[in-house]
């Protein structure tokens, strides 16, 4: 069964500074990657994902991730943080094609506060 | 497109009180899925449907829930008699196949069980 952790349940940046939030995966067959974004009393949207083409992703908002298959990880970076990005950035990992593979497995969530 | 459309978007109910939440999906998705995000146990999958048939129900609690979906258009999660510990956000996603497993999310309905 596959499953994602999120390292860090709370990362806080200073506005113009590096994000890097960490997700590293677990999974017994090549997996589609995710990371979605949620704003306080939203549901969840979707940033970018991986889907076994090229290994460096762009999403929106100016955020990209890796996969590293070596690693197990697929961190969400963004080069300088703005005050709207700060809410909660999910990490989730699905079986590609096979039977079920819509079924996301959903990471625990890092909350991303931007400092002034 | 309007988007998936949950109601309500808050629900307070006295413990043993029969709850249901509801879903319309984005036309032309063939996937429909319930999710459940609380402090504790973060987003679970509760059950999905494709075209319209439950496809895995592994993650509904217990005999408590049961959700149905009649058509393409409509789904509800129901839940009888409503806990304390039911209190939670529900969400309801959908997808079609040749996205590749992105889903659409709804606003989610706020359940507070008293």
């Known amino acids: 069964a596959q499953s994602v952790t999120q390292l860090g349940s709370h990362v806080s940046v200073s506005e113009g500074a590096l994000v890097l939030l960490r997700c590293n995966y677990s999974?017994?067959?090549?997996?589609?990657l995710f990371w979605y974004v949620q704003y306080p009393n939203q549901g969840l949207q979707l940033l970018l994902k991986?889907?076994?083409?090229?290994?460096l992703v762009k999403g929106i908002n100016g955020f990209e991730a890796e996969f590293k298959k070596s690693e197990t990880s697929f961190h969400l970076t963004k080069p300088s943080a703005h005050m709207r990005d700060a809410a909660e950035y999910f990490c989730?990992?699905?079986?590609?094609?096979?039977?079920?593979?819509?079924?996301?497995?959903f990471g625990q969530g890092t909350r991303l506060t931007i400092n002034p | 497109d309007a988007g998936v459309i949950q109601s309500p978007r808050h629900e307070v109910t006295e413990m043993g009180q029969e709850v249901t939440l509801r879903c319309k999906p984005i036309s032309g998705h063939d996937y429909l899925f319930w999710y459940r995000q609380t402090m504790m146990r973060g987003l679970e999958l509760l059950i999905y449907f494709n075209n319209n048939v439950p496809i895995d129900d592994s993650g509904m609690p217990e005999d408590r829930f049961s959700a149905k979906m009649p058509n393409a258009s409509f789904s509800t999660l129901k839940i009888q008699p409503s806990e304390p510990r039911d209190s939670a956000v529900y969400f309801c996603?959908?997808?079609?196949?040749?996205?590749?497993?992105?889903?659409?999310f709804g606003n989610g309905t706020r359940l507070t069980v008293t």
């Open positions: 996603a959908s997808s079609f196949f040749q996205a590749r497993s992105t889903l659409h």
């Open positions: 999974s017994s067959v090549p997996p589609y």
């Open positions: 991986y889907t076994s083409a090229a290994t």
């Open positions: 989730a990992v699905s079986d590609g094609w096979i039977q079920g593979a819509q079924k996301l497995v």
